[in-house]
């Protein structure tokens, strides 16, 4: 069975910094391309960063380029998304999810971890 648990989210101030985490089991997590999204209260969900089962390279909306990094450790069968110079427009609850086709719909999905960046 293909579980993926995020962690990592929290309530912070405006500029702080959080670390989300993803960890995959059930399946051969160095095969698949990671990606991160989000949805913010009624709003639908948003794509935020993928990379490839190799490492490289990541893309990035634009909204969290040169504040966000998306790193993957397939020894630990993880992700991390490292959100620096958080905003209020980061709150939203973060899904981590896998597809083993780069160019198809992603396959499992997390049950998401909240953030919500303060004023």
């Known amino acids: 069975q293909v579980q993926l648990m995020e962690s990592g989210g929290g309530v912070v101030r405006t500029g702080a910094s959080l670390t989300l985490s993803c960890v995959a089991s059930?399946?051969?997590?160095?095969?698949?391309?990671m990606g991160w999204f989000r949805q913010a209260p009624g709003k639908e969900r948003e794509f935020v960063a993928s990379v490839t089962w190799s490492g490289e390279p990541t893309y990035y909306i634009d909204s969290v380029k040169g504040r966000f990094t998306l790193s993957r450790d397939n020894a630990k069968n993880a992700a991390y998304l490292q959100m620096n110079t958080l905003e209020p427009e980061d709150t939203a609850i973060y899904y981590c999810?896998?597809?083993?086709?780069?160019?198809?719909?992603?396959?499992?999905w997390g049950h998401g971890t909240p953030v919500t960046v303060s004023p």
């Open positions: 059930g399946l051969s997590f160095s095969t698949y391309t």
């Open positions: 999810a896998l597809k083993k086709d780069p160019w198809a719909p992603y396959d499992y």
